[in-house]
């Protein structure tokens, strides 16, 4: 029993201490999830724009729900400077397209179901992912990875981090 529970407390923190080690300046992780009306998503479908990943904790919760109309609310910003946006939780499908049919959401959620993309980008957690964004350009590259999310704001910071990343500034 005791090298049972051992085992299991070395698992876990060692998952943490591996997890998370995504370095800007190198490609992002490849994907392939689906979206809340089963369509296929990979990262590679975006090469040629700025894309924001965002993960979130679950769909219809109140964080959440504000988080996501923030970017909402931005949206058309967004489509301005060329920024796709995805949301990834461990939601299924359908509780997703409850989520954006319900909130008046422009852009898609995947459905991280079997946790291995939150793994690749080091936000996997217990039972939720943890709120962390990703910022990736034309490339495909991780300009910036936003640990800590403050929901209030982060519409806002997003573009304001892109914008600093521009070449032209």
Known sequence: MFFKLIF???LIFGTFAFAGNLVEGNK???FELKDQ???IHKLSDYLGKKLVIYFFVR??????KKQACG??????QYKESNISILGISYDPLKRLKSFKQKNDIQFDFLSDSEKEVAKSYGVDR????????FL???????????????????ADEILALFD???PTK
Request: proline letters at 6%; a positive charge; hydrophobic letters at 30%.
């Open 71 to 76: 970017l909402r609310d931005q949206f058309k």
């Open 164 to 166: 600093s990343k521009s």
């Open 59 to 64: 769909a219809n919760t109140p964080p959440c």
């Open 136 to 154: 990736i350009d034309e490339n495909g590259v991780l300009i910036r990875k936003i640990d800590s999310v403050d929901i209030d704001k982060h």
């Open 28 to 30: 992002a992780p490849e």
């Open 37 to 39: 009306n089963g369509k």
């Open 8 to 10: 299991k407390v070395i």
């Open 126 to 133: 217990f039972f939720f992912s943890s709120r962390k964004t």
